[in-house]
């Protein structure tokens, strides 16, 4: 599910603990009770074009090449999404933002 950007890093271990905890469990039922269903591609990018927009300036640093924003714009982004965004692809959505 990881593999497939079904999950997170953090989200699919929460899975793996959970579903080493209850053998015989399903892996795919365990994440939808976690609450860990994928974002859709527009939600992320809703998502991380508000994070920007709420934050020009440290968007203007971002732009400018400052890359540890990096992952002040991911945590804010996984905090407006309940933790549900994987972090690679809010990553790339900065860079295509970026340009």
């Keep these: 599910m990881e593999a497939k950007g079904e999950l997170s890093a ?3 271990k929460a899975v793996l603990s959970a ?9 795919r039922e365990l994440a ?9 591609a527009d939600t992320l990018t809703a998502a ?5 927009a709420a934050h020009p300036d440290e ?4 732009v400018e090449g400052d ?7 991911t945590g804010a982004v996984m905090k407006a999404t309940s933790g549900k965004a ?5 990553a790339a959505e900065l860079r295509r933002l970026r340009g």
Aim: aromatic share 12%; net charge negative; proline share 2%.
């Design 10 to 12: 953090t989200q699919s």
């Design 19 to 27: 579903a080493v905890a209850a053998v015989g469990s399903d892996p």
């Design 32 to 40: 939808r009770e976690m609450g860990f269903e994928a974002l859709g």
């Design 48 to 52: 991380v074009a508000e994070v920007v």
């Design 59 to 62: 968007w203007a640093r971002y």
């Design 67 to 73: 890359d540890k924003l990096t992952g002040f714009f």
């Design 86 to 90: 994987n972090g690679k692809e809010v």
